[in-house]
């Protein structure tokens, strides 16, 4: 039986032509005065996954990411 991709992380994730993954942090959308500029500013194209982020999600998203590589 195929194993089905996990809705959720696929909305979350935005994965590139490359393989590689990126996720959008939180806290960016509301109470943005009471946060420095660098905390705003961190990763606006959205914050690499790490390697073992990679691992888990390229086991819940089969097919979709590449696990070689740093």
Do not use: E, V
């Not at 994965?15 to 660098?38: E, N, P, Q, V, Y």
Request: no cysteine.
């Amino acid at each position: 039986m195929k194993q089905k991709s996990h809705s959720g992380l696929k909305k979350r994730l935005k994965i590139r032509k490359s393989g590689t993954a990126t996720f959008d942090k939180s806290a960016k959308k509301h109470l943005l005065a009471d946060k420095s500029k660098r905390q705003k500013k961190l990763y606006p194209s959205g914050m690499p996954i790490n390697h073992t982020q990679r691992k888990t999600f390229a086991f819940i998203l089969p097919g979709k990411l590449k696990t070689q590589g740093r």
